[in-house]
């Protein structure tokens, strides 16, 4: 690939960006910062992020994605309740490792979801990208699944998505949004280490 080609791609791409995009992408990574400091706000700066992205996507056929954010909206207000109603005789809701249990479920939603997914899409759809648009999509939804429960492995869930959205989204032509992509993936990073360290220093508290 080109840098010329790339370069053109993206001042193209910004000509195009609508305030819609640039709200959904401000919100987005507001989420992705309170994540990080583990901090309740992650889910209503979310929910206004996803609502925007589920109108988006439907505008550009990205009909998993779509369905995603639906999905996130609702784990949204599950994760919100989780996180403000912890244990009886906890304060808040522990950052912890996946169990080998735990393992297992997160790695069968990825299969199930991936599966469903993709058959969906390329025989019920006008999807031009069923197998990268389901793969972002169940990743997503395990990341999801896994950050609602303050698991430290819902980082590496969101690296990979991130790391495959950011072409996804540049060839769907919403450049900015690649970017923000590409910028997750730097605090995702940041995340997994903030919450191996919260982990690491909840279990020394406990011991």
């Known amino acids: 690939m080109e840098i010329q080609w790339v370069l ?3 001042h193209a791409g910004l000509l195009q960006v609508t305030w819609l995009e640039g709200m959904a992408v401000i919100f987005g990574v507001l989420s992705v910062y309170f994540s990080i400091k583990e901090n309740i706000l992650v889910y209503p700066t979310g929910i ?3 609502l925007i992205y589920v109108y988006i996507c439907l505008q550009v056929k990205l009909y998993a994605d779509m369905g995603i954010n639906a999905y996130y909206f609702s784990m949204s207000i599950y994760g919100w ?3 403000t109603h912890p244990k ?3 304060s808040s809701l522990p950052v912890t490792w996946l169990k080998p249990s735990g393992w297992l479920v997160a790695i069968g939603l990825m299969a199930i979801s991936y599966g469903t997914l993709y058959y969906v899409l390329a025989h019920f759809t006008d999807s031009d990208v069923p197998y ?3 793969f972002t999509t169940s990743s997503a939804f395990v990341g999801m699944y896994l ?3 303050k698991k430290v492995e819902n980082w590496i869930a969101w690296i990979i998505t991130d790391l495959v959205s950011v072409p996804l989204y540049f060839y769907k032509g919403l450049v ?3 970017f923000q992509f590409l910028f997750f993936t ?3 990073t940041i995340g997994l280490i903030a919450w191996m360290k919260s982990a690491k220093k909840q279990s020394y508290a406990a011991a």
């Open 176 to 178: 900015l949004t690649s």
């Open 81 to 83: 309740y989780i996180w």
């Open 147 to 149: 950050m609602a429960k």
């Open 48 to 50: 206004i992020s996803t």
């Open 132 to 134: 990268w648009d389901s």
């Open 8 to 10: 053109e791609e993206l």
């Open 88 to 90: 009886e005789g906890r």
């Open 186 to 188: 730097v605090l995702a």
